[in-house]
């Protein structure tokens, strides 16, 4: 797409208030979406057009006049719908979000290129063309707009914000959150994947169970809260419709950067956090240390190298980082870094579709791995272990792995975790990773259940 306008570019009249805050003012919005982007935090909405693919449909559409969309038939292919022109040269001197695509994809659509798979009845896939967002900097929320009506817009948002009336911050779970599996079936399923690994079909497995429960109300209602507990680099927030997806990621999957430059920085390798200083320090030193991990990163990351190869520039791709440990609020985590160079020709939407599911939570080889995973935890992902995140109309972006992350359609809630299973990998010491990763959020969660108001 061509930028033809400056943009239109005030700020609003606020100060301090957080993105949960405004998300609860502008959440009536379709499309509505809060990207931290790496501490560049960006909230868009109102998309000129957008897609959603959902019981295996996809379908187009077009804003008529402020919240109003009409499907539009003649939008009919997903690669024509992302239009970048590298000859836009962003003028904004802030990085993030400059105005572009944002969604999500989640794991399943784009694992059926490579296996049979089952969806979700929920959307699978929606990316959105926005031209009007809110980004934050030194406690003000800038407005941003290349729409046809941009000063229209900004008193209706600064009006939606400034109200005094906001609705109920009503949350409550019907049930506490609960694993879907016993022990004894996770038992199971990484006893097959020893086999598996044995006879050689493959040498690791992203092996996650899944987390249910029931609830009234909507997530924006709780996001404050967990992204304080988990003050995740790549957390976000996206409604459509009866869906919603609260993300308190840590991981990138893929950064577009200018020169057609992409970075990926794969997880893999985790170790819990301490509140005592030497216990916390003693886990890290153990993951620093760990052949077994270093060995489950490497893996991945011979796998990235390849699939972003078939994309990059001949000699392009490198490891610039291999094994280094980054600490978040509750686990530390082992993160390796992979560079490359698009080749000239090449759509950034198309690599990325290309390389998801990503690496980190599929294993090697990837295809068989996918076959396994879809066997063994008997169950599409969802957004689980999906993607969130933008291109700019220039084509550069920042695309996330949708872990530590809560899906939400119509009442049902869910949330998974797993690791990676290799030859050397302990089933309790598996098994206990997935509850290091996730326990702190389900703990939160289960907050919000309180039993004597289950029933009502």
Not at 354 to 362: K, R
Not at 412 to 426: E, Y
Request: net charge neutral; hydrophobic share 35%; charged share 20%.
């Amino acid at each position: 797409m061509m930028l033809n306008h400056a943009i239109f570019k005030k700020n609003l009249n606020t100060h301090n208030i957080n993105a949960e805050h405004l998300l609860l003012k502008l959440g009536d919005l379709l499309g509505c979406v809060f990207l931290e982007d790496n501490h560049h935090p960006v909230i868009a909405f109102l998309p000129k057009k957008y897609v959603i693919f959902q019981t295996n449909v996809a379908k187009f559409y077009q804003r008529q006049n402020y919240n109003e969309y009409l499907e539009s038939k003649s939008e009919q292919n997903l690669n024509h719908f992302i239009k970048i022109n590298h000859n836009n040269i962003n003028t904004s001197t802030s990085a993030g979000f400059q105005g572009g695509y944002i969604g999500f994809i989640d794991y399943n659509f784009p694992a059926q290129k490579n296996i049979n798979t089952t969806f979700r009845s929920q959307p699978n896939l929606f990316i959105g063309e926005y031209l009007s967002y809110l980004k934050y900097s030194d406690g003000i929320w800038t407005y941003y707009s290349y729409d046809n009506t941009p000063e229209v817009l900004f008193e209706i948002i600064q009006s939606k914000v400034s109200a005094q009336h906001t609705q109920n911050k009503h949350f409550k779970l019907k049930q506490k959150c609960q694993a879907q599996w016993s022990k004894k079936q996770y038992n199971q399923a990484f006893n097959k994947i020893q086999d598996y690994i044995k006879s050689g079909d493959c040498y690791q497995i992203n092996l996650t169970q899944e987390f249910k429960t029931k609830a009234q109300g909507s997530l924006v209602h709780i996001a404050q809260d967990f992204w304080q507990l988990t003050n995740a680099p790549y957390s976000g927030y996206l409604k459509i419709n009866d869906f919603e997806l609260l993300s308190c990621s840590p991981e990138l999957f893929i950064e577009f950067m200018s020169h057609k430059k992409i970075i990926t920085k794969p997880i893999k390798g985790t170790m819990p956090r301490y509140h005592d200083p030497i216990l916390d320090e003693q886990s890290k030193q153990k993951l620093i240390h760990s052949e077994k991990d270093q060995a489950e990163n490497l893996m991945i990351v011979d796998l990235l190298r390849n699939d972003l190869s078939v994309y990059a520039e001949i000699g392009s791709v490198k490891t610039p980082k291999l094994f280094t440990i980054e600490s978040f609020n509750q686990v530390h985590h082992m993160v390796s870094e992979v560079t490359a160079t698009l080749k000239d020709n090449i759509h950034p939407f198309e690599m990325l579709i290309s390389a998801l599911p990503g690496g980190s939570i599929t294993g090697a080889p990837k295809i068989r791995a996918m076959q396994i995973i879809e066997e063994l935890e008997n169950a599409p992902r969802g957004a689980y272990c999906g993607t969130l995140g933008y291109f700019n109309f220039d084509g550069t972006g920042s695309w996330n792995i949708l872990i530590r992350s809560i899906q939400k359609y119509k009442d049902d809630v869910s949330l998974s975790a797993g690791g990676g299973i290799t030859i050397s990998s302990d089933c309790d010491a598996e098994y206990q990773e997935c509850f290091d990763k996730i326990s702190a959020l389900i703990d939160l969660l289960n907050t919000w259940y309180h039993p004597e108001q289950a029933q009502q």
